[in-house]
Nanobody
Framework: QLQLVESGGGLVQPGGSLRLSCTASGFTLDYYAIGWFRQAPGKEREGVSC????????NYADSVKGRFTISRDNAKNTVYLQMNSLKPEDTAVYYC???????????????????????WGQGTQVTVSS
């Protein structure tokens, strides 16, 4: 069974940090671009960041640039999202998603379009509050 599992969410104070992990089972992530999306209550799902299959290309939403860093370890079949300087407006359920694409490239369109992705995790809650 093909699965993505997110972990690492939790409650953190403003200015704090969290690292989210997205681990695949049942398939290898080597040939997949991975996106991180988030959805706050009453809002649409929005793209946060994405990374190409090799890790050589990344993109970030303007709202997280300079604060979040996406990376991957294909040997561990895992993609990470390091989140620093967290703000209350970062509060949301965070999802990772995978898409099999030929090019080792990401684009702002790919990072912001949930419908482009084939597999999704169940989500992990991130709450930023004092």
């Amino acid at each position: 069974q093909l699965q993505l599992v997110e972990s690492g969410g939790g409650l953190v104070q403003p200015g704090g940090s969290l690292r989210l992990s997205c681990t695949a089972s049942g398939f290898t992530l080597d040939y997949y671009a991975i996106g991180w999306f988030r959805q706050a209550p009453g809002k649409e799902r929005e793209g946060v960041s994405c990374i190409s299959s090799s890790g050589g290309s990344t993109n970030y939403a303007d709202s997280v640039k300079g604060r979040f860093t996406i990376s991957r370890d294909n040997a561990k079949n895992t993609v990470y999202l390091q989140m620093n300087s967290l703000k209350p407006e970062d509060t949301a359920v965070y999802y990772c998603a995978a898409v099999n694409i030929q090019m080792d490239l990401t684009t702002p369109y790919l990072c912001s379009t949930p419908n482009e992705y084939d597999y999704w995790g169940q989500g992990t809650q991130v709450t930023v509050s004092s």
